[in-house]
């Protein structure tokens, strides 16, 4: 605690007196705009962009997911199921879980058409891949994909490093890189890039990544894997890109006690229950044994095929096709009531069973650009269809019934059609050396249609349900710069439709009257947003404020359904309002420090949930119900985030320290100091040092070390709680503990 007061204070501190990394915002992103320039959509400068480059990507890259890399971002909080960031992770941004961060790949979707996440897990170290990844916090524009909410992501492949015809003059490479750390953490990499005769140019890069993860057997094998060809003529372009992965990971998404997770009285902060089970001896003594293939097995392959023509000095076409093929299971053993399996009897009795998944996802992208003075004009549009099927399948029972082979207990199958168009304009009313005044708008018409039939799992609902949904989704901004200030404001509206989740919990379907209770609803988003930056030789700074208004937002509740998955409900009237102050400044030639402080109000208005009282854990006898009314604040909704970042930069060396603060949270929307994760600070060292060797001679050798929570903090990043409580106040609450200090190491050899 000592620790976080300090850093806390200091990040405050001078965050209010400099601003942001050359990481972010303005300063990357107008470096940037010229570089791609067939295949760049129409950009509006904004303070609440974040850029991150190929080489801010891979700094810290030894292993973890993305969203621990993205961790320089403003407003983001990452968090892993198996306390490494290796597995199983997600994030958040502004308190938007990612269910609602749109996502994509070179401007194709990536979010899964039902769940609407991205299993990161699938992709591990494909950052190893990506030229640059766009944060846009708040809504986004029609370029970001078809459902930017309340945040989205664009990652461009590094097929984008290649968009000039006189690039071809690069030479080819072959990048070697090992890294290996504790908890039997391993990573070993080959990327090459291939300089072919006639304008053809080629990537390559396979991965490997293992780790038995800071939770007991919460290991994972993760494989993955990026390819492409392209040819770069001087008004054409054609890439064919293929990527994908496969992972094996024990489970951890069971969650421990308070005690456990933060290591009060001496508590093993890595057990994990999942798979736990007692074994009664002959002599009637009892022990404790786990099921040891209670894992998550997924495999998941992406192809995507793009044209860029530029037709004349002012149009330029682009579309893209794309197919994603994914399939997997994940097993478990556990004691549950028979009726969960589809069978007539109430009674509990382990099982070993498995649910399984086959998707898949295709369609294409196209776009119109028109750029010209003073005014730049696209027009685009997308189509994209889902198929995805579900099932169990219940192979072992320790009882008495006699089951089929391989007996399946449910089965659903659902579709979707997602499609979209839009129109963006941009208008550059006064254009001078240092003076620019532009003015932007955005309108974008979608339509989804979501359908799905057979039997839930959990519940066994025979579930057939068909929705529609047609939204208009308008922004419109301004932007002005004066030589080193940039001011830029916007409103936006946003959206989205409910997830597979959303329904799958809430949903109840009456066949005989064929009338449903408690379909969620289509949330909608009010954004606002006002920035301003100053930028100098040696410093910047600067400032967002913005307001979220939500009508119908699907908010986390802190339950869990069995697969750790968060259950939600639509809150009529909601907000998430906060400021965003960034900073950087160069000390010294060789020292720089960059900071960002996210101070935000995330509050449900008239907020009414209802509590069921039982007398203890125990009995578990039903005592009636109390409720909460009110002003709440939103569950999972920090007020407070701040990153310190010190780069040290000498002859090869390089070091970075980086701070990430996260204030208290929330697990549920009740407030209650029983349920909620403690503020936790956690710091980084990272040093690099590359041999001074002869460049035309020797290969490009670098050496690597990463010591992640130096100080060995004891926090956790998530959890969940049931909505019951007991009559002494005490809940269901669980947490994720994450790894205290923990080394790698490696080195990387490029020729």
């Not at 570089?35 to 700094?59: C, F």
């Not at 401007?107 to 769940?115: I, K, Y």
């Not at 009285?265 to 009637?284: L, V």
């Not at 209670?294 to 392959?301: G, V």
Request: charge should be negative; glycine fraction near 8%.
């Amino acid at each position: 605690m000592k620790h976080f007061t300090i850093l806390s204070t200091a990040i405050l501190a001078a965050s209010v007196a400099a601003y942001a990394q050359t990481n972010t915002d303005t300063l990357t992103l107008t470096r940037h705009l010229d570089e791609v320039v067939v295949n760049a959509p129409i950009a509006q400068v904004t303070n609440n962009k974040s850029v991150l480059d190929r080489s801010e990507l891979n700094q810290d890259n030894t292993g973890q997911n993305l969203p621990y890399l993205l961790s320089r971002v403003p407003a983001l909080v990452a968090t892993s199921d198996d306390g490494l960031g290796v597995g199983y992770t997600y994030f958040r941004i502004r308190g938007t879980d990612h269910t609602r961060i749109n996502m994509t790949v070179n401007d194709v979707p990536l979010n899964d058409g039902e769940s609407q996440t991205v299993f990161w897990v699938n992709m591990t170290d494909m950052a190893s891949s990506m030229s640059r990844v766009n944060v846009q916090r708040g809504i986004g524009t029609s370029t970001n994909g078809s459902a930017s909410f309340g945040a989205s992501i664009n990652m461009e492949t590094n097929s984008s490093l290649f968009a000039s015809p006189s690039d071809s003059l690069l030479a080819s490479s072959v990048t070697l890189s090992f890294n290996g750390g504790m908890y039997n953490t391993f990573r070993e990499m080959v990327n090459a890039h291939i300089v072919l005769p006639n304008h053809w140019q080629a990537n390559a890069r396979f991965s490997k990544v293992n780790s038995d993860g800071f939770l007991y057997r919460t290991e994972s094998d993760l494989y993955s894997y990026y390819g492409d060809l392209g040819w770069y003529g001087a008004k054409t372009q054609v890439i064919a890109r293929f990527f994908g992965g496969s992972e094996k990971t024990g489970m951890g998404w069971d969650g421990v006690d308070y005690n456990t997770a933060y290591g009060i009285n001496g508590a093993d902060r890595r057990y994990n229950p999942a798979g736990e089970y007692t074994i009664t001896a002959m002599d009637g003594s009892d022990s404790i044994a786990y099921y040891p293939n209670q894992t998550d097995n997924y495999a998941q392959q992406h192809a995507q095929l793009s044209l860029i023509h530029r037709l004349s000095t002012r149009w330029t076409l682009s579309a893209t096709a794309h197919y994603t093929h994914g399939a997997g299971y994940y097993e478990q053993y556990k004691r549950k009531k028979l009726s969960y399996w589809g069978l007539p009897y109430s009674h509990k009795a382990y099982g070993m069973y498995r649910k399984q998944l086959d998707n898949h996802f295709f369609g294409g992208v196209v776009s119109a650009k028109y750029i010209s003075e003073p005014i730049d004009i696209q027009l685009g549009g997308a189509a994209n269809y889902y198929m995805g099927d579900h099932f169990g399948t219940l192979h072992y029972l320790e009882d008495t019934i006699i089951l089929p082979i391989d007996y399946e207990y449910y089965r659903n199958d659902a579709q979707k059609i997602d499609a979209n168009i839009y129109g963006k304009l941009n208008w550059r009313v006064i254009s001078r050396a240092h003076e620019d005044l532009s003015l932007y708008a955005d309108m974008q018409y979608r339509y989804v249609r979501y359908s799905r039939n057979g039997m839930n799992d959990e519940d066994m609902q025979d579930l057939p349900l068909t929705v529609d949904f047609h939204f208009f989704n308008p922004k419109a901004g301004i932007t002005y710069r004066n030589h080193g200030h940039l001011l830029s404001g916007s409103f936006a509206i946003a959206n989205r439709e409910p997830s597979r989740n959303n329904y799958k919990e809430n949903v109840l379907y009456d066949p005989t009257s064929g009338e449903y209770t408690g379909l969620p609803k289509a949330e909608r988003l009010y954004d606002y947003e006002l920035g301003y930056t100053y930028s100098h030789t040696r410093f910047t700074l600067g400032a967002n404020l913005y307001f979220m208004d939500y009508d119908n937002q699907l908010v986390l509740t802190g339950e869990y359904n069995d697969v750790g998955a968060y259950k939600t409900k639509n809150v009529k009237d909601s907000y998430r309002m906060g400021a965003e102050i960034t900073g950087g400044v160069q000390i010294t030639d060789w020292l720089r420090w960059d900071a960002n402080v996210v101070v935000s109000r995330n509050k449900i208005l008239n907020y009414h949930q209802y509590i069921d009282l039982y007398d203890d854990q125990d009995n578990w006898n039903w005592v009636g119900q109390d409720s909460v009314v009110g002003t709440t604040t939103i569950a999972f909704s920090p007020t407070l985030t701040a990153m310190s970042l010190f780069t040290f930069d000498v002859s090869g060396f390089t070091a970075t320290i980086q701070t990430n603060v996260v204030s208290k949270q929330y697990l549920d929307n009740t407030e209650d100091d029983n349920a909620a994760l403690r503020a936790y600070s956690t710091t980084n060292l990272n040093l690099q040092y590359r041999l001074p060797l002869p460049a035309t001679r020797c290969p490009d050798i670098r050496l690597l070390c990463q010591i992640n929570n130096i100080f060995n903090a004891k926090y956790a990043n998530n959890g969940g709680a049931e909505a019951s409580r007991f009559m002494d106040g005490s809940r269901c609450v669980w947490y994720y503990a994450q790894a205290g200090i923990n080394v790698h190491a490696g080195f990387s050899i490029t020729f």
